[in-house]
């Protein structure tokens, strides 16, 4: 008798950082239709943790170009800080190789486009941007209510995204790399550990139907932001607590929050405003179903950080891209989902630094303009 195996992707990761080694972990012994053939990070140190904690056939490359020509990959996971994403799926595209990528593509428009343009070029390559909120067993559930209606017509969202204080100052020193709070946290519900909200607004709102012209799917955005607890970041024009309001073309109206100065832990929570009834993803954000009871009143335990959920959204995303490439099955995400998300998340970041609305243009671009409103500039 023989027996059928099903095939498997060999897969090499490259970046080893705080999402890397969580993703080195599931890729090497959570992932069944995975074969990780190599993982790669230019800094010292990192051969050690590979050989440390991976299989002894996982072979490290301290260069991402040896990496992807050598290591025998079909495809890539890119892992790397978000400054040097757009230049690794463009080498890995060239050799031919499949890409997944964590978000954001890059931090401006520009770049951000061509990357999705060269990936269109290539059909015959899958490239995966999972915004890891489309990932997540709550929000998917509640996409079901939306899709079979009996939420009526969803006309607006209200997300949130909330990340605890942290006194080493990362927030500070991680500012000038990240493109500001609604590029880094925005994405996410802006553009990155959050920048799963604007784009979690898009997957509940239909927001590509009855568009005045084809391209134009957003009309305007306003954004304005606080430094609450770390004045330091107004050096960088950054803020830690941030609000943006999207009026999309067809009238739906998404209301993002984002901030860094929570103190009992990480909460996101999403609300779908629907004509026949509303639907709350995640309201407490409690890290399970235990309370106390007691002279202080009820209490829960807080979900301590984004990356506790990432041990369930990271086993999903991967299986969802190896089905894609091994099996030809759809992605629940798109490249031009990371672009229009990108495009909200710019024009709202340019918003809080301006003091201004942003219109968006008939191609769909956002007008960044400077000016002189009550003292802002
Ligand atoms: N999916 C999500 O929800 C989510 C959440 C947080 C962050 N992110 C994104 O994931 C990415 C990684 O975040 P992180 O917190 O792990 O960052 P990190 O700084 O901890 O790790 C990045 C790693 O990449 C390595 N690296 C940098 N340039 C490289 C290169 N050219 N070749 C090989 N290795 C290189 C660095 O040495 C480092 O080890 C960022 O773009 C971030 O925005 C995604």
């Known amino acids: 008798m023989t027996m059928v195996t099903s095939p498997r992707l060999k897969l090499a990761l490259i970046g080893l950082g705080r999402l ?3 993703r080195a972990r599931i890729l090497a012994f959570q992932q069944p239709r995975i074969e990780l053939v190599a993982v790669c990070d230019t800094k010292p140190g990192a051969k050690k943790w590979a050989a440390t904690n991976l299989p002894s056939n996982v072979r490290f490359f301290a260069d991402p170009e040896d990496c992807m020509r050598n290591s025998g990959a079909e495809a890539v996971l890119i892992s790397t800080a978000t400054a040097t994403h757009a230049a690794l799926i463009c080498m890995a595209l060239d050799l031919d190789l499949h890409v997944m990528c964590e978000k954001p593509i890059s931090i401006d428009i520009v770049t951000t486009a061509e ?88 997957y509940f709102l239909d927001v590509a139907s009855n568009l005045p012209s084809p391209r134009k799917q957003v009309n305007r955005v306003v ?27 067809n009238g739906k109206i998404l209301n993002v929050h984002v901030a860094r ?11 779908l405003f629907g004509t026949k009834g509303h639907s709350i993803v995640n309201g407490n954000s409690a890290a399970n179903r235990v309370e106390v009871r007691d002279a202080w009143g009820v209490r829960t335990a807080t979900t301590p950080d984004a990356f506790t959920l990432y041990d369930r959204t ?11 490439v091994l099996d030809g099955m759809p992605l ?3 490249p031009q989902d990371a672009y229009e998300a990108g495009k909200i998340a710019c024009a709202l970041q340019h918003s809080v630094r301006v003091g201004l609305p942003v219109y968006f243009d008939d191609e769909g671009l956002p007008v960044l303009e400077t000016g002189q409103v009550n003292g802002h500039r």
């Open 20 to 22: 890397g080694t969580l």
């Open 115 to 202: 990357v999705v343009n060269k990936a269109a070029s290539k059909p015959h390559l899958k490239f995966l941007l999972p915004f890891s909120r489309r990932y997540d067993e709550s929000h998917r559930e509640a996409k079901l209510l939306v899709d079979n209606g009996s939420l009526g017509q969803i006309h607006a969202v209200e997300t949130t995204c909330y990340d605890k204080q942290d006194d080493s100052g990362f927030w500070v020193t991680f500012s000038p790399q990240s493109g500001g709070i609604f590029v880094d946290a925005g994405i996410h519900i802006f553009l990155t550990a959050t920048s799963s909200q604007i784009d979690i607004g898009r």
């Open 223 to 249: 954004a304005m932001g606080q430094q609450a607890v770390y004045p330091d970041l107004a050096k960088h024009g950054d803020c830690d607590a941030a609000w943006g309001l999207v009026e999309f073309s």
């Open 261 to 271: 100065t929570l103190t009992n832990g990480f909460e996101s929570t999403t609300r």
């Open 314 to 324: 990271f086993v999903s995303d991967i299986a969802e891209f190896a089905a894609a």
């Open 332 to 334: 629940s995400c798109l």
